[in-house]
């Protein structure tokens, strides 16, 4: 794959930051998702029968996303798929939820491209349990990740992950996704030692263009781990933090916290907009690297009636405690030493207009414990932004990104028969979108469960395009290249001129090469 093109083109026309380069699945097979269920491959139906992409069903998702070589997913369906949920039991002598059965979609072959805008008019939403990704060279476009309160997911204290980046993945990029009703972060950063005994990092991470909002609290009084949109952390060594990661152009709402927090090794946060959050929204802890550029945070009502009256922005806190250390301010630890970070043109919007509220953008703490100081020591600034990785991110004023952030967050497009990019945002999306222009929430609290907050909005079921050769391709967009409507093998081809990409590329990314 590597040798196929130069590894320097972007994954797709308008890809950015650390994970901009990810080759995905170019030039391999395709694979088509053709079936909304997510059946179990075996009567046993065990952990190890949903991992294996030989028993799995085809035309399903998650036997797409688990073959075992370079492919890129395109879509026949749209609509809602629910996934197959854990199986939990309580353990009476541990006190802890045993897992009994486990079916996230833990992806471990490379070369993976996942074109969610294929599907016809509504889209395909994700529901019910999760992804995990734990390996290299991965693109994932135009999902919509809902999970949901089930049962027994969310059974004793099992809180499913909705979308996590894990050890050994690399060149990763997560772009205009959209992330809602997800019960512990509903997308994450995680490596280190982690539960099942794997150790690793992660690195060359691009989110972008996504829409996080309104998780669900743990339980119905609100109680319990919050409700979050972004976290990058670890467990164990600080060796396996993450390293070069970009969040840029996100809009985050009504989540509890971690709107953005950095455990990591070095982080761009740029161009973002966060809203109505409740407290502590975005931290940055350890001797992280960051740059912080461009961003927006509103207060909203529900940051107004923030308990801990920590209302500032971005929170800055040095790690000095030892890793696993029995201590209630463990989850702060970060790397070992004291935050560098390049701030410009970040800005702080308080509640209400003209509001005269004193609250600064930013604060830093010496403990969990201790107040939010706007002393900052100088020596945590940095007069120089981080060498850009890969593609470097086109930054706009924190006024302009607001605009194109609004308009354009989420999955909020398809590609049609003719490959032209049309509307797409449902009416949850769109909810969000408006609750930030007019600065308010429908709730007095975030939900314990959908259902408070409308449910699932009435699914669309659009045609697909016409694709007889079932190579991704629309035929009236080869007729119009000229191409064979009949030879699948020319999606995988080297279209001229045209930058190293591939016929298929051009098509599901919307270029009009002719």
Not at 498 to 510: A, D, H, S, V
Request: hydrophobic share 35%; with cysteine; aromatic share 8%.
């Amino acid at each position: 794959m590597a040798g196929y093109v130069q590894a320097s083109i972007p994954a797709f026309p308008g890809a950015e930051g650390d994970g901009a380069t990810s080759l995905g699945g170019r030039a391999g097979k395709v694979l088509i998702v053709d079936r909304l269920d997510d059946p179990c491959p075996t009567q046993a139906c065990t952990t190890e029968d949903l991992a294996d992409p030989h028993k799995l069903i085809p035309g399903t998702l998650r036997w797409a996303l688990m073959q075992p070589y370079p492919r890129t997913v395109v879509f026949r369906v749209s609509g809602i798929i629910e996934l197959l949920a854990d199986q939990t039991q309580w353990n009476e002598k541990t006190k802890q939820v045993d897992i009994q059965r486990l079916a996230n979609i833990r992806i471990k072959s490379s070369y993976l491209t996942v074109a969610g805008q294929t599907a016809p008019a509504g889209g395909v939403t994700i529901k019910n349990n999760g992804i995990t990704i734990l390996t290299h060279d991965v693109v994932m476009r135009y999902l919509r990740f809902r999970t949901g309160r089930q049962l027994p997911v969310f059974a004793g204290q099992q809180t499913p992950e909705t979308f996590m980046i894990a050890n050994h993945a690399s060149a990763v990029i997560i772009d205009h996704c959209s992330f809602s009703w997800t019960p512990a972060e509903g997308l994450s950063i995680y490596t280190g030692e982690l539960w099942d005994g794997s150790k690793g990092t992660a690195t060359d991470i691009s989110i972008s263009w996504n829409l996080l909002g309104e998780g669900l609290v743990r339980h119905a009084d609100g109680r319990g781990h919050p409700s979050s949109a972004f976290m990058a952390g670890y467990d164990g060594d600080p060796s396996y933090a993450a390293d070069r990661v970009s969040l840029h152009h996100n809009l985050f709402v009504h989540t509890q916290k971690r709107n953005g927090d950095f455990l990591t090794q070095r982080g761009q946060f740029i161009n973002n907009l966060i809203y109505n959050w409740q407290w502590l929204p975005t931290v940055l802890a350890g001797a992280v690297q960051a740059d912080v550029i461009g961003n927006t945070w509103k207060a909203g009502p529900i940051t107004q009636a923030d308990y801990d009256q920590r209302r500032g922005g971005l929170h800055l806190v040095p790690a000095a405690r030892l890793q696993k250390q029995p201590d209630p301010e463990g989850w702060w630890d970060g790397v070992p030493g004291e935050p560098s970070v390049y701030l410009k043109d970040n800005r702080y919007l308080p509640m209400g207009a003209g509001s005269k509220e004193p609250i600064n953008l930013l604060c830093s703490y010496a403990s969990r414990t201790a107040a939010c100081s706007k002393q900052i020591p100088m020596h945590w600034w940095r007069l120089k932004a981080l060498n850009p990785n890969a593609i470097p991110i086109t930054t706009q004023t924190a006024v302009e990104a607001e605009r194109l952030v609004l308009e354009q967050a989420g999955a909020n497009q398809r590609i049609n028969s003719l490959g032209h990019w049309v509307n797409n945002r449902d009416s949850v999306d769109q909810r969000y979108v408006d609750d930030y222009r007019s600065g308010t929430y429908l709730n007095k609290a975030f939900p314990f469960a959908e259902a408070e907050v409308g449910g699932f909005p009435t699914q669309i079921e659009g045609e697909p395009y016409p694709d007889a050769d079932r190579d991704g391709i629309s035929d009236r967009w080869e007729q119009l290249q000229g191409l064979n409507p009949a030879d699948a093998g020319d999606a995988s081809k080297q279209a001229p001129n045209k930058g190293g990409y591939t016929w298929l590329e051009l098509f599901i990314n919307g270029s009009q090469p002719l």
